[in-house]
């Protein structure tokens, strides 16, 4: 058992944090892997941190992303993986934590199943300036089928969740390098779509940081962050649809009202006049050209009007399916 790990890791302005991600790989019980940290252009002293670490390992790499990719973290993270050498392939973020058994422990569960594609694990959240720490729990058993257990985040994992078999990744399209948002979900959806063998075990081995600046919590971009989610939703609409899914019409009904009800959040972020209209194309999918059933289109058309001539109407187009169980296992 000594296959090589390729660490994946995009940053950007992590100089005050980076050191504490890259320290929990050295400290890694399992030695034989590469880090490949790919810069989105940071303006501060970021390269200065990497330089030392790259002077002392050789096992660390630090490359800029290219001038002709879209800025952002995913074509970081497609540039790391085209890099990468390793059998085994790990994205991490660059101001989150490995706990020492992290890669032993994922690295023995594929090695002891050659059938497996990837496994799963769980993880722990901490807070900038605070003691309290969380549980990231979820339905590692699934009580609906596979894409309708991932939607609802009843059988959801982050991007550093999973060690991924290289060869099950290669020749398919990796992470989206135009989504501002939802990049994890549009990538591990695509991926599930596949139908592959793997296993999501009950071991906490990595934690998240809460508390600084990210893309989620920044308040600016929190237009950006709505309008990639119904990029996202709009796109699992078509793949559900051609490959003819389990549960197709529950999970279609799912996308529908959460299309519908960011398009509402976004109308009390700026005019909805300019929303509406700019979404006028898909809010017409959504009502007549749906797979729906017909109350739930009079709902999701009143929903609409209320919103045009009076600002209102989220009950109408939130929905209520009720379909997220509680985290059981």
């Given at each position: 058992m000594n296959n090589l790990i390729s660490i994946i890791i995009p940053t950007y302005n992590r100089e005050h944090l980076i050191?504490?991600?890259?320290?929990?790989?050295?400290?890694?019980?399992?030695?034989?892997?590469?880090?490949?940290?790919?810069?989105?252009?940071?303006?501060?002293?970021?390269?200065?941190?990497?330089?030392?670490?790259?002077?002392?390992?050789?096992?660390?790499?630090?490359?800029?992303?290219?001038?002709d990719?879209?800025?952002?973290?995913?074509?970081?993270?497609?540039?790391?993986?085209?890099?990468?050498?390793?059998?085994?392939?790990?994205?991490?973020?660059?101001?989150?934590?490995?706990?020492?058994?992290?890669?032993?422990?994922?690295v023995t569960t594929l090695e002891q199943d050659k059938d497996l594609d990837f496994c799963v694990c769980l993880s722990l959240t901490f807070y900038e300036n605070s003691e309290i720490v969380?549980?990231?729990?979820?339905?590692?058993?699934?009580e609906h089928s596979l894409i309708l257990g991932y939607l609802v985040k009843n059988h959801y994992f982050l991007t550093a969740a999973p060690l991924w078999k290289r060869e099950y990744l290669e020749g398919k399209e990796l992470f989206d390098e135009t989504l501002f948002d939802s990049h994890e979900s549009d990538f591990h959806l695509r991926m599930l779509l596949y139908y592959p063998k793997y296993i999501y075990t009950n071991?906490?081995?990595?934690?998240v940081r809460r508390g600084n600046t990210s893309i989620t919590q920044n308040a600016q971009n929190k237009r950006l962050s709505l309008e990639s989610k119904i990029v996202f939703f709009l796109k699992v609409k078509k793949l559900i649809r051609?490959?003819?899914?389990?549960?197709?019409?529950?999970?279609?009904?799912?996308?529908?009202?959460?299309?519908?009800?960011?398009?509402?959040?976004?109308?009390?972020?700026?005019?909805?006049f300019e929303i509406i209209k700019k979404y006028k194309q898909n809010i017409f999918n959504l009502i007549f050209r749906n797979n729906i059933a017909l109350d739930k289109k009079c709902k999701l058309a009143t929903g609409f009007m209320l919103l045009l001539f009076l600002g209102k109407g989220y009950g109408f187009l939130r929905g209520n399916l009720n379909i997220r169980e509680a985290i059981t296992n």
């Open positions: 050191s504490e991600t890259l320290d929990s790989i050295i400290k890694q019980n399992y030695t034989n892997w590469e880090c490949i940290v790919v810069d989105d252009g940071s303006t501060d002293n970021t390269d200065e941190v990497l330089k030392k670490y790259c002077e002392n390992d050789t096992r660390f790499q630090y490359h800029q992303r290219p001038a990719r879209l800025k952002g973290a995913n074509a970081c993270r497609n540039y790391g993986f085209e890099l990468s050498k390793g059998k085994y392939v790990k994205w991490f973020d660059s101001d989150d934590i490995m706990h020492p058994d992290f890669l032993e422990k994922q969380t549980e990231n729990k979820a339905n590692r058993n699934l071991d906490f081995l990595f934690s051609k490959q003819k899914v389990e549960d197709y019409l529950l999970i279609n009904e799912y996308l529908t009202f959460r299309i519908s009800s960011i398009i509402y959040e976004l109308c009390l972020l700026t005019s909805r």
